[in-house]
């Protein structure tokens, strides 16, 4: 079974250009979670989503943030305009309802790097 | 005062050593505790949960006192492939599936 995928795997940009990261998380897993992960802050919550609505975004660091998940499969993380403070590495983890629900499964994330 | 604190290490043991880790939480209302583990430059992955009456497995022991309201892990007899960074995790409270990843303690277990 395949396991949460991310893409791009790395990013390279310029300063003030859009960005957007895509995820699919486990099939049958109706919990999916964005993170972002830096030397200095670790791994933080960004938002997440239960079958696909937004629960919290409060980790969301401001308006030129935003998420999406149109359906069960899919989710976007999209940043405009991107600043070089948003370099870090985005993951994307889902995780299966009920008992096991705190059982996150990571993808091998994203390595943003804003110029 | 962050809401999950721990020491960066790097812990550096020998092959067979123990060694134990030690988590802060600030918040008493979390309910829910794990270890993660992260390989460099790979994604965290969840080793094993926390309950209440401590539990076991393999060479893994997790404990949790509510009352100081840290959490620890116990590695004992360390191998090579234990080197990895030790994610502590605490969920923000009851109900909720929102999850704090502390910083990580770094460990390298040398031949």
């Known amino acids: 079974d395949a396991g949460v995928i991310q893409s791009p795997r790395h990013e390279v940009t310029e300063m003030g250009q859009e960005v957007t990261l895509r995820c699919k998380p486990i099939?049958?897993?109706?919990?999916l979670f964005w993170y972002r992960q830096t030397m200095m802050r670790g791994l933080e919550l960004l938002i997440y989503f239960n079958n696909n609505v937004p629960i919290d975004d409060s980790g969301m660091p401001e308006d030129r943030f935003s998420a999406k998940m149109p359906n069960a499969s899919f989710s976007t993380l999209k940043i405009q305009p991107s600043e070089p403070r948003d370099s870090a590495v985005y993951f994307c983890a889902s995780s299966q309802p009920g008992p096991l629900v705190y059982e996150q499964y990571f993808g091998p994330g994203t390595r943003l790097t804003v110029t | 005062r962050k809401e999950v604190e721990q020491d960066p290490g790097p812990f550096n043991v020998p092959e067979g050593a123990t060694v134990a880790f030690n988590c802060t939480y600030s918040n008493s209302a979390s309910q829910s505790f794990f270890w993660y583990r992260q390989d460099c430059r790979k994604e965290p992955k969840l080793l094993m949960s926390?309950?209440?009456s401590g539990n076991e497995d393999g060479r893994f022991t997790a404990q949790l006192n509510r009352a100081s309201q840290y959490i620890s892990l116990l590695i004992r007899d360390s191998k090579l492939s234990d080197s990895a960074t030790y994610l502590c995790?605490?969920?923000?409270?009851?109900?909720?599936?929102?999850?704090?990843f502390g910083t990580g303690t770094r460990l390298k277990v040398l031949a």
């Open positions: 926390v309950y209440s």
């Open positions: 995790v605490v969920n923000k409270g009851e109900g909720t599936y929102k999850y704090i």
């Open positions: 099939s049958g897993h109706d919990y």
